[in-house]
């Protein structure tokens, strides 16, 4: 059974940044696209980035696009979300999910218990 634990959220004002990471227990974490997710009180769990098995390849919602930076370490099992420019409408439980296949898709099968973000105005 697979575990993700995310790390690093917290409070911060408007414009500031967090990164978040999140340390996976399997060996087999170099063969699988990672995803980032977050959710907001009364609102559907969204993907906010994504990156392939290699790292090479990243995906972002429109929301988060310039903003924030998907990376892995594959070497450390480790996937972390950069994230700058904070804004209130960020203000969300974060959680990391590891896919079943190398490259990005909309096919996860775990997912971590969440880290919360707020983002003050």
């Known amino acids: 059974q697979v575990q993700l634990v995310e790390s690093g959220g917290g409070l911060v004002q408007a414009g500031g940044s967090l990164r978040l990471s999140c340390a996976a227990s399997?060996?087999?974490?170099?063969?699988?696209?990672m995803g980032w997710f977050r959710q907001a009180p009364g609102k559907e769990r969204e993907l906010v980035a994504a990156?392939?098995?290699?790292?090479?390849?990243?995906q972002y919602a429109d929301s988060v696009k310039g903003r924030f930076t998907v990376s892995r370490d594959n070497a450390k099992n480790t996937v972390y979300l950069q994230m700058n420019a904070l804004k209130p409408e960020d203000t969300a439980v974060y959680s990391c999910?590891?896919?079943?296949?190398?490259?990005?898709?909309?096919?996860?099968?775990?997912w971590g218990q969440g880290t919360q973000v707020t983002v003050s105005s």
């Open positions: 999910a590891i896919s079943v296949l190398p490259y990005i898709s909309n096919i996860y099968n775990t």
């Open positions: 399997t060996r087999s974490f170099s063969r699988y696209a």
């Open positions: 990156i392939d098995y290699s790292g090479t390849s990243t």
